[in-house]
């Protein structure tokens, strides 16, 4: 396990087609969701990364139960994992919550998360198939 920079990060983390966001609620209910980038319309990015230790993505409506949020508010940490089938590893950020408004980088998502990101750490994952996106 290797801790990593953000901004060393930026390109491969716009380029990746997804995400697992990891949320738990004031008691300890945890919770994990998958984000994808919405193809709708036309391609939007799937996350922006605003310097050293932020980066922003939608809040896309999912299946309307609000887990993710909910969790959120009552606990405004989380967890991404992003899985790199190339180099067989995965990276993981943990960070600090703040739900925001609208962007205009994303025009259907009804808010937006941004997160102040206090940890990065690339994992090897022995093993791990390759992915070959359609």
């Given at each position: 396990m290797t801790d990593c920079s953000l901004m060393?990060?930026?390109?491969w983390l716009e380029a990746q087609p997804f995400f697992v966001l990891g949320s738990a609620s004031g008691v300890g209910d945890c919770?994990?969701?998958?984000r994808g980038r919405q193809t709708e319309g036309?391609?939007?990015?799937?996350l922006r990364v605003e310097g050293d230790a932020r980066l922003v993505f939608p809040d896309y409506p999912?299946?309307?139960?609000f887990n993710s949020i909910g969790n959120l508010l009552e606990h405004p940490q989380l967890s991404l994992l992003f899985v790199d089938f190339a180099q067989q590893s995965t990276v993981l950020l943990q960070g600090q919550v703040?739900?925001?408004?609208p962007?205009?980088?994303?025009?259907r998502a009804l808010r937006t998360i941004a997160v102040e990101v206090a940890q990065v750490?690339?994992?090897p994952v022995a093993g791990l198939p390759h992915l070959v996106l359609g």
């Open positions: 060393a990060l930026k390109p919770d994990s969701s998958y036309g391609a939007e990015p799937l999912g299946n309307n139960l703040q739900l925001a408004g962007d205009a980088a994303w025009p750490r690339r994992m």
